[in-house]
């Protein structure tokens, strides 16, 4: 692939952009306001060590995923498109477990937004990979 890009390859890499910056923010706010962000989500804010395990795990993994898009886009590698791919398919995944074995209700949106963010990933990571790959 040249380093001329399409519109509809410029348009995705600017959603993907998008979507980048939307994850990053998500992880930094559960820094700054993770009562708020926690809620969101449908989360209480909890305790103690729970409290830390809730706001540092869930801001690494939102500010990885950001990151890692970033990355893609930057380098060209598509490699990085899919450390994302797998961890938003294997939380709707988990989402799907948890409704089915432990209780927990069906985050219906959740699961679709995930499915369809790991689709325009692979999508992207077959559309914008760079041709040293």
Excluded: C, H
């Excluded at 962000?37 to 209480?44: I, S």
């Amino acid at each position: 692939m040249s380093d001329t890009k399409t519109i509809p390859q410029k348009a995705l890499m600017v959603v993907i952009a998008l979507l980048a910056v939307n994850f990053i923010f998500t992880g930094l706010r559960y820094i700054i306001d993770p009562a708020t962000v926690a809620a969101e989500f449908g989360m209480p804010l909890l305790d103690g060590l729970g409290r830390s395990s809730q706001i540092g795990d869930l801001s690494a993994f939102f500010m990885s995923m950001g990151i890692f898009m970033l990355l893609a886009l930057k380098t060209g590698e598509r490699l990085w498109f899919y450390p994302t791919v797998i961890l938003l398919s294997l939380t709707a995944l988990s989402r799907v477990l948890a409704w089915a074995f432990q209780d927990a209700a069906l985050a219906t949106t959740m699961i679709v937004a995930e499915v369809v963010i790991s689709g325009l990933l692979l999508l992207a990571a077959n559309k914008l990979s760079s041709a040293k790959e």
